[in-house]
């Protein structure tokens, strides 16, 4: 056989194995979302939150469920989906493995505005945070990209000036948050990433922009596909790069901008994701963002669940569990490239 039909024959089964995979990620996140609700203090069996998510009565349990874990779980599934499908766009539109909105100094700059907003303006209405945090974000993107051009962007290098953009604007968030009247836990949050003390209208705050951002990441994930082939060769198929590099960029800075005014700066799950689904699924985006959107959630979800168990009264921030898992995924990425 050739490798022609070989590869016609190997077509659907890779489609079939994609399919699948999405189906179990979305299992995965039904399940991972019931096992955050029911897992604290107060065991609660899925009976329970069945009967309290389709009721209203006042019972002990059912507040719980509805005003507590519920808005909990919500948060990180749309925290973790926002973080995943952001490093996956900036993984393609890059061609840079290396590539994650903490890394790449979007999260760091959407944190710093965010913290300053908050700070410095605590009148301001609550809303009003996110699209700030969004321009920060996308200043932050635009620092470590134009620190690293010198004739034309290396993966390392520009891995390398969003690790120093990122520490840069760190460190100036620690220093707003040491010289403010924020109390140690609400500053350990901010820098290291949490979901303690979110509530229903952090929901409602960040449910406008996840729409929006993964919309738009959804209707131009084919282009995703050819901005990943190389510059020349998507032009030559009609594709107008610059533009359609920019509304990406737009895309994986709202939707990293948006998470990080909410949940703090997480790192490295936009790195880890996006590499796990391409092992078993390919390169291929169309794919790759729902699938990252995914199991971006179901991470952040069991993150977060043991977050708030494992040394239970005390709570850990969630992002200490990404540090750990992302940071060695990093070195060996680097490695491998460098």
Known sequence: MTMTGAAVRR?????NRRVLVL??????????????????????????????????D????????????????????????????????????TRNPLADPHIFGISAGAGLVAVTATVFFPDL????????????????????????????????RLALAGIAVTSILTAITSGVLVTSSFSAQIGL????????????????LLLPYFLAGTAL???M???????ALGDELATSLGQHVERTRFILAVAAALLASAAVSIAGLIGFLGLI???????????????????????????????DTAARTVLDPQELPVGIFTAVMGGPVFILLVRSRA
């Open 217 to 219: 990441t959804l209707i």
């Open 23 to 56: 189906l179990f990620g979305v299992v995965a996140l039904i399940a991972a979302m019931v096992l955050g609700i029911a897992v604290g203090p107060v065991s609660i069996g899925v009976d329970t939150i069945w009967h309290a998510l389709w009721t209203h």
């Open 221 to 227: 994930m084919r282009q995703v596909n050819v901005i």
């Open 125 to 156: 209405p609550k809303g009003t945070v996110q699209p700030m945090a969004f321009v920060g974000g996308f200043i932050g993107g635009g620092m470590a990209y134009t620190m690293a051009w010198r004739g034309g962007v290396s993966p390392v």
């Open 58 to 93: 006042s019972t002990y349990t059912s507040t719980i469920v509805r005003d507590v874990r519920l808005p909990r779980v919500l948060l990180g599934a749309m925290v973790g989906a926002s973080l995943a499908m952001s490093g996956a766009i900036l993984q393609g539109i």
């Open 189 to 204: 949050r901010w820098l290291i990433g949490g979901l303690q003390q979110r509530n229903r209208d952090d929901v409602y």
């Open 11 to 15: 077509a659907p089964r890779l489609t």
């Open 273 to 303: 994701i996006p590499h796990l689904v391409r092992l078993v699924i390919g390169n291929d985006y169309r794919f790759v963002l729902p699938a990252s959107a995914l199991f971006g959630a179901v991470l952040l979800i069991l993150a």
